[in-house]
């Protein structure tokens, strides 16, 4: 049975507020802190903030904290769930007791730190690992598990970045690596050549990261982003081991059906959803891409549903599907994608992300999990991966201990796999197939 439940307010990795939980049962003591985006998505469920102008500019979570202190923590020791099998129960009480669709009474960043605890002490208390009992959770019939391409964003843009950069994220994903530690190794480094690069470039003043740990230069067009990787790889001695993903998470800059390129400078540079498209052909037919995340906004259907007739690169639904299996199952009506992005925070409870993760799964989708550009310590995305078994994972840079605390336990898990002579294997070029085989 659960001890105790005890929420606090603590800090994410751009110093705002979020919430932390640690539960305690008689198998231990389980913590886990909650992320937050800054390119959020309108159907994503809502993140309770205090609006309370005099702390924090009203980003404090005191009432999402009181929230599993008095309400949801209380119901959740008094229901005493074997925690070892009855994760979609614990889910559904907490869901139920805040009885919105969008988790906005209670907050989805009570909720879910509730959620990540009772997975954690449902694992020790079946004895196995994390990652073990997520895979369980998702009904896996494979002995063997998959450590994932991590997809390292090193070049930040958009909401992320000072630089005049619309596009997001620019990844490095080292597909021809052989182990998950090798493709560590591959990409840090490739992530100090290209340090390198733009000191000899931009100068030494160049080097400041963005949000997610990658670098911030005075760059502008995705050409020059991409050029910089390809001689950063080139100069790491990996070309044709490491591949490029995109993320332009283009609704930051998308207004009334028109795409401003130069939204964070002084002169708009906007254009429709057909000249974006023309731009991401040409990079496509340039650079070594293999994914494309959210080349259009949420509800710019017609143009992801013409994209995805003849785009043979991985086509990532973020801000399109939210983790959200109604918005999944439409673009899956609309054949506007193929492959759910999964952010745990963007539906609240680890039971429907797993829940999303299988839907997506079920029309042969693949599964790309990722962390927030606000993140913590907390690793808990990386046993979800693993568990998922979903082939590939994004965690930002190889910089930052928010962003390397992910990456260092996935080389955890790589090791304990191997001592304990159980069968795995690195996803490799089949990052988008993991879960097929
Ligand atoms: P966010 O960005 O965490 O700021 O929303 C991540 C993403 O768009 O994938
Ligand atoms: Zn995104």
Redesign the pocket.
Known sequence: PITSIQASQRLDSRGKPTVQTTLTTEHGIFTSIVPS????GDYEAVELRDNDKTAYQGNGVLHAVHNVNNVLGPALVKANFDLSTQLKAVDALLIDLDKTSDKSNLGANAILSLSMCAARAGAAAAGISLYAFIAREMGATSTDFVLPVPFMNVLNGG??SGNAMAF??FMIAPVGAESFADAVRFNAETYACLKGLIVKKYGKAAIGIGDEGGFAPPISHPSEALDLLVQAIEDAGHTGKIKVGI?P?SQSFEKAGEYDLGFKTDTAQKMGSGELTRLYRELLDKYPIVLL??PFGQDDWDAWMQFNKDCEVELVG?DLLATNIERIKMAKRKAACDSL?LKINQIGTLSEALAAAKEAFSYDWSVFV?H???ETTDDFIADLTVGVRAGHLKSGAPCRGERVAKYNRLMDIEDELRARGLRYRYAGEGFRRAHAS
């Open positions: 985006g800054a390119s959020k909401d992320h997001q994220e993320d998470a995340e959210d973020d992005l990722s927030r550009s606000g």
